[in-house]
Protein backbone atom coordinates (compact mmCIF):
# COMPACT_ATOMS: atom_id res chain seq x y z
CA UNK A 1 0.00 0.00 0.00
CA UNK A 2 1.56 3.14 -0.85
CA UNK A 3 -0.04 5.25 1.72
CA UNK A 4 1.95 5.92 4.62
CA UNK A 5 -0.03 5.60 8.62
CA UNK A 6 0.01 9.07 8.72
CA UNK A 7 -1.86 9.42 5.78
CA UNK A 8 -4.33 6.49 6.63
CA UNK A 9 -4.55 8.29 9.96
CA UNK A 10 -5.64 11.32 8.61
CA UNK A 11 -8.03 9.39 6.34
CA UNK A 12 -10.01 7.93 8.57
CA UNK A 13 -10.08 10.76 10.99
CA UNK A 14 -11.88 12.89 8.22
CA UNK A 15 -14.60 9.80 7.71
CA UNK A 16 -15.06 9.59 11.44
CA UNK A 17 -15.53 13.61 12.16
CA UNK A 18 -17.62 14.00 9.31
CA UNK A 19 -19.91 10.73 8.98
CA UNK A 20 -19.49 9.30 12.64
CA UNK A 21 -17.39 6.11 13.93
CA UNK A 22 -19.50 3.61 12.03
CA UNK A 23 -18.51 4.85 8.42
CA UNK A 24 -15.69 2.25 6.81
CA UNK A 25 -13.01 3.65 4.29
CA UNK A 26 -11.45 1.46 1.83
CA UNK A 27 -8.45 2.08 -0.58
CA UNK A 28 -8.58 0.55 -4.02
CA UNK A 29 -7.05 0.77 -7.25
CA UNK A 30 -3.89 1.51 -7.78
CA UNK A 31 -2.33 3.10 -4.60
CA UNK A 32 -2.29 -0.82 -3.44
CA UNK A 33 0.38 -1.73 -5.78
CA UNK A 34 4.00 -1.17 -4.00
CA UNK A 35 5.71 -1.71 -7.25
CA UNK A 36 3.74 1.42 -9.23
CA UNK A 37 4.57 4.76 -9.09
CA UNK A 38 2.70 8.23 -8.68
CA UNK A 39 -1.20 7.97 -9.62
CA UNK A 40 -4.66 9.24 -7.35
CA UNK A 41 -5.73 7.43 -4.25
CA UNK A 42 -9.23 6.16 -4.74
CA UNK A 43 -11.10 5.73 -1.75
CA UNK A 44 -14.21 3.93 -1.00
CA UNK A 45 -16.57 5.65 2.07
CA UNK A 46 -19.18 2.94 2.77
CA UNK A 47 -22.10 4.30 5.11
CA UNK A 48 -24.76 2.32 7.54
CA UNK A 49 -27.11 5.05 6.70
CA UNK A 50 -29.06 6.67 3.31
CA UNK A 51 -27.19 9.62 1.74
CA UNK A 52 -29.18 12.64 0.10
CA UNK A 53 -26.66 14.24 -1.68
CA UNK A 54 -24.08 11.70 -2.37
CA UNK A 55 -22.11 13.89 -5.22
CA UNK A 56 -21.95 16.09 -2.40
CA UNK A 57 -20.75 14.10 0.07
CA UNK A 58 -17.98 12.88 -2.48
CA UNK A 59 -16.57 16.59 -3.55
CA UNK A 60 -16.69 17.33 -0.19
CA UNK A 61 -14.47 14.68 0.88
CA UNK A 62 -12.42 14.43 -1.66
CA UNK A 63 -11.21 18.50 -0.59
CA UNK A 64 -10.67 17.14 2.45
CA UNK A 65 -8.94 14.35 1.66
CA UNK A 66 -6.67 16.64 -0.98
CA UNK A 67 -5.65 18.88 1.66
CA UNK A 68 -4.77 16.29 4.29
CA UNK A 69 -2.68 14.61 1.48
CA UNK A 70 -0.97 17.46 0.56
CA UNK A 71 -2.51 18.20 -2.54
CA UNK A 72 -2.83 14.80 -4.12
CA UNK A 73 -6.09 13.75 -6.55
CA UNK A 74 -8.44 11.99 -4.61
CA UNK A 75 -11.06 10.32 -5.89
CA UNK A 76 -13.99 9.26 -3.48
CA UNK A 77 -16.72 6.70 -4.01
CA UNK A 78 -19.66 6.91 -1.80
CA UNK A 79 -21.80 3.39 -1.01
CA UNK A 80 -25.11 3.95 0.79
CA UNK A 81 -27.97 1.24 1.31
CA UNK A 82 -30.45 4.11 -0.66
CA UNK A 83 -27.82 4.46 -3.26
CA UNK A 84 -27.34 2.00 -6.74
CA UNK A 85 -24.81 -0.72 -6.26
CA UNK A 86 -22.21 -0.50 -9.38
CA UNK A 87 -19.74 -2.96 -10.55
CA UNK A 88 -17.10 -0.37 -9.07
CA UNK A 89 -18.33 -0.73 -5.45
CA UNK A 90 -17.79 -4.30 -5.92
CA UNK A 91 -14.61 -4.44 -7.03
CA UNK A 92 -13.51 -0.94 -4.56
CA UNK A 93 -14.74 -4.33 -1.65
CA UNK A 94 -13.19 -7.40 -2.87
CA UNK A 95 -10.05 -5.36 -4.04
CA UNK A 96 -9.44 -2.97 -1.39
CA UNK A 97 -8.00 -2.68 1.99
CA UNK A 98 -9.98 -1.02 4.97
CA UNK A 99 -7.91 1.81 6.22
Known sequence: MRLSATQCEAIRAIVSNS???AARVR???SRLD???KGGDVDLLVELD???????TLAAKLSVQFMRALGGRKVDVLV???NLAELPIHR???EQGVLL
Open 19 to 21: LGP
Open 27 to 29: LFG
Open 34 to 36: DSA
Open 49 to 55: VPVEAPA
Open 79 to 81: AAP
Open 91 to 93: IAR
